[in-house]
């Protein structure tokens, strides 16, 4: 049965793959018994494994592809700033027309004796049109910048990567957590096929009583309130089981939902002891931690970075190429070029920055203090929801325990009461009081089983052993 088929049964009324079919007509209830539900999977069900799903989200969610995406980004945003050490080659060309020639004051009585040795002269120095082509190239040889910016990328990349594991960390936890309520609904529903029919045989008894004039109609009422009680119990968790698949198909990726229905491995709920006694803290491999340990290293890369702005850089720098001077626009023109090339050494040594560097490293420096106190206040945090968490297991599982033993009791001494029933020994209130407070017990036990499970998944998040799940 697919989960789009489910959707469309009429309400009271599950037809076929092993689940009970009621027919409500009147005050007339007719319960026909077929095999429990799901013992064989339909074709179109295929198993799907806790390790499966997750595997699944991570494999199809958007958004964890998305976060993939940016790794990638990251990691060539890195490979390319090696490239930074490498030769940088340009070609260079200008044309230039001098409309005003540059007048410089040159001293001739030095040159010429025939001059007073103070004397001067004004001349004009240049052409009209000049041109220059050539290839220049610079070599980086001391940058610490350089490292530092290489440093830094390649540590966005691991902030980038701790981001990527805390959405599928968390993505895990959703997974896990909607996987076990399915689990669970499943062996819910089975209960509730069991009361239902249990609560449908103590109606049929006292039905039987009342036609005989042997019982009011009110203790009748009461049976039958059971009985309705039952049947919608059983149609709440079979709603709730589809909706808790349809959240499921959607954690992992599923497109075609209303097509696709899958069974969960019921070996699954017998596999992890739901002991708090195995579960030991490991904080180092919660990613949320590991990204705030990241980001407070960055801040002192980033510090590094600007005290690198006050080091001195080094290079060489090359130029071969040539100039022209004409008079008029004639860039061919003979006996008018001349060749021009160097090579010397770039030496830059930075006084003023047009910034406060000290201010700058400051606030980086506190920047690291705070990612710090963040880690000490989530590891903390995570701490005592870890220790809560098993806390908690252990009065449920206490609970559970009690809640068995008296299921096993209050089931017995129905079947008890039904029999002084059927014999006259017992009043119907009795019964009916009996089943009312089964039906409660049943609740409380149910909720106590889904919140051990609840407890249990919250106590590996939050000891960073969530991973022993698809690991």
């Given amino acids: 049965m697919s989960v789009n088929s489910l959707f469309k049964c009429p309400a009271k009324q599950v037809i076929n793959n092993g689940i009970i079919c009621f027919l409500i007509k009147g005050s007339s209830f007719m319960a026909l018994t077929v095999p429990m539900i799901l013992p064989v999977p339909a074709i179109s069900q295929n198993l799907l494994t806790l390790n499966q799903a997750i595997n699944n989200g991570f ?145 049929k008894l006292l039905q039987d009583k009342f036609v005989e004039k042997r019982l009011l109609k009110s203790d009748l009422n009461k049976s039958l ?13 079979l709603s709730g089981l589809i909706e808790d698949k349809v959240y499921l198909l959607f954690l992992t990726g599923e497109t075609a939902i209303e ?27 919660i990613p949320e931690l590991q990204q ?3 980001q407070a290293q960055l801040t002192g890369i980033q510090a590094k970075l600007e005290q690198a702005k006050r080091l001195p850089t080094l290079g060489m720098k090359g130029f071969l190429g040539a100039n022209q001077y ?35 490293i400051q606030v980086l420096r506190l920047n690291a203090i705070q990612y710090k106190q963040q880690k000490e206040d989530k590891s903390a945090r995570y701490a005592k929801d870890a220790f809560t968490s098993k806390l908690k297991m252990d009065r449920v599982l206490m609970q559970l325990k009690t809640q068995e033993e008296n299921l096993a009791l209050s089931m017995e001494s129905i079947e008890i009461t039904r029999a002084r029933v059927t014999e006259g020994q017992e009043s119907a209130s009795t019964l009916n009081l009996d089943e009312a407070s089964l039906q409660s017990l049943r609740a409380e036990y149910e909720m106590n089983k889904r919140q051990l499970w609840i407890n249990w998944l919250d106590c590996l998040k939050a000891s960073g052993q969530l991973n022993i799940l698809w690991k």
């Fill in 259 to 285: 097509k696709s229905d899958f069974i969960t491995d019921t070996s699954f709920l017998k596999q992890y002891k739901l002991t708090s006694s195995g579960i030991h803290p490991a904080p180092e491999a």
């Fill in 59 to 203: 494999l199809n969610r958007k958004n964890i592809q998305a976060g993939k995406s940016d790794q990638a980004i990251r990691r060539l945003q890195t490979e390319a700033l090696y490239k930074k050490y490498w030769p940088q080659v340009s070609v260079e060309y200008t044309y230039l027309y001098n409309p005003i020639l540059q007048t410089s004051i040159l001293p001739i009585g030095i040159f010429n004796s025939s001059y007073p040795p103070d004397a001067t002269m004004s001349l004009q120095f240049g052409t009209a049109w000049s041109q220059t082509a050539g290839l220049t190239v610079t070599q980086p040889l001391f940058d610490l910048s350089i490292r530092q910016d290489i440093n830094e990328a390649k540590l966005q990349e691991r902030i980038a990567a701790a981001s990527q594991a805390q959405s599928e960390y968390d993505l895990a936890s959703t997974i896990a957590q909607t996987y076990i309520e399915i689990s669970l609904q499943e062996s819910k529903i089975k209960s509730a096929v069991a009361d239902t029919n249990r609560t449908f045989i103590s109606y």
């Fill in 292 to 294: 705030l340990e990241l």
């Fill in 326 to 360: 004409t008079d008029k626009f004639d860039p061919a023109a003979a006996n008018s070029w001349f060749g021009l090339s160097y090579v010397g050494i770039d030496l830059k040594f930075p006084i003023l920055f047009g910034e406060n560097v000290h201010k700058n």
């Fill in 225 to 237: 309130i059971n009985h309705n009680n039952a049947v919608q119990q059983f149609t709440d968790d």
